[in-house]
């Protein structure tokens, strides 16, 4: 049974501490909780029967853990990791892996240089179209990549961000092209290969936060392929959306529904078998409380570590994203189309002196 502990008790982290203690994940257990605020990491150790810590120091010495999980805001991530890479343990780390390239590269060498494993969170890989979705494009049934879109329309209104000061930060979370698509951003990638450059327009629209609720963004990949990136967290009054579709020569696949979870198009010019039960089988992730695609997530993690197999998004898989991101927000603070492979000079994103 591998070990794991929480470090930080946020918002996140009840889901991660409801599928790890409660037996939902076959040969991993919650053994330990970490958080600054005494009363927080108290209140989560009580409730979950593990012990609590508020410096991840004593943690990593106190407790016998074979991983721990990385929950903190975002802008301490590199910190985080890169403090617990020489107790040896390997380390899962929420998304984004860091906000600043710099740092990624750090986390990186940090874990290789004391042989540990790095594992960034990207649920949304693993839900159940989303598979099926990989699958059709290993196969070669697109052909030529035509477009690619994702769309993010979520509702989060004052009160979201009011619920603690890093959120809507410059320095520690940036907005909704580092925070909230970032999935969405790193699975375009994933289907649609190694972009060429970007080119964005954001606007804070209806909460006072410093970085961006909307955001678009037009996309060339090095295939040819187009691409286009809609995010905002201005839905109102609810959630609406989470999206991808793939747009091929040979055939078309839209995958809609909140968090990418139900087939919606399924369309190709060759059929083959299976294809009339796509639409019914692949429309939604197995029913339960516990999210889409991190139960999948963590049972991956757990053969990655038992089995010494690398990660589905390692630190380098997890950095290609980060590199997006930050071309786009490059883009944003310049106004000019970025070509990929570049070093930031304007991207806000992760610096702490930001005003």
């Not at 699958?135 to 030529?144: I, S, T, V, Y």
Request: hydrophobic share 40%; net charge neutral; with cysteine.
């Amino acid at each position: 049974m591998l070990k794991f502990a929480l470090v930080g008790c946020g918002r996140i982290a009840q889901r991660h501490a409801d599928l790890l203690s409660g037996g939902h994940i076959h040969g991993a257990t919650l053994s330990a909780v970490c958080d600054v605020l005494p009363e927080r990491a108290r209140a989560f150790g009580e409730k979950f029967k593990v012990p609590s810590f508020t410096d991840l120091h004593e943690l990593a010495r106190g407790t016998a853990v074979d991983a721990f999980t990385v929950l903190t805001p975002s802008g301490y991530h590199a910190e985080h990791v890169i403090a617990l890479a020489p107790y040896g343990k390997h380390i899962v780390v929420e998304k984004p892996m860091a906000l600043t390239l710099d740092d990624a590269d750090e986390m990186i060498r940090a874990c290789d240089r004391h042989a540990v494993k790095l594992f960034v969170v990207k649920q949304n890989r693993f839900n159940v179209p989303v598979v099926k979705l990989r699958e059709a494009l290993d196969g070669g049934r697109f052909g030529k990549l035509v477009m690619g879109t994702v769309r993010v329309r979520w509702c989060r209104k004052q009160d979201y961000y009011d619920q603690d000061a890093w959120r809507g930060t410059w320095a520690f979370d940036g907005g909704v092209l580092s925070n909230q698509a970032s999935h969405h951003v790193d699975l375009l990638e994933w289907m649609m290969g190694p972009v060429e450059s970007v080119f964005a327009k954001s606007a804070t629209a209806l909460v006072h936060i410093e970085a961006e609720d909307t955001a678009v963004v037009v996309l060339r990949f090095r295939n040819g392929a187009l691409g286009i990136i809609e995010a905002t967290t201005a839905a109102r009054p609810t959630d609406l959306e989470g999206s991808i579709s793939v747009l091929g020569e040979h055939g078309s696949v839209e995958i809609a529904g909140f968090a990418v979870n139900e087939m919606k198009t399924w369309r190709f010019a060759q059929q083959q078998p299976g294809d009339d039960r796509v639409m019914k089988e692949f429309s939604v992730n197995p029913p339960n409380v516990y999210g889409f695609g991190h139960q999948a997530y963590y049972e991956h993690v757990v053969r990655g570590i038992r089995d010494h197999t690398p990660g589905l998004v390692d630190g380098l898989e997890g950095r290609k994203s980060l590199e997006l991101v930050s071309a786009i927000y490059e883009s944003i603070e310049t106004g000019k189309e970025i070509v990929l492979r570049f070093r930031p000079r304007r991207c806000r994103l992760g610096q702490r002196t930001a005003s």
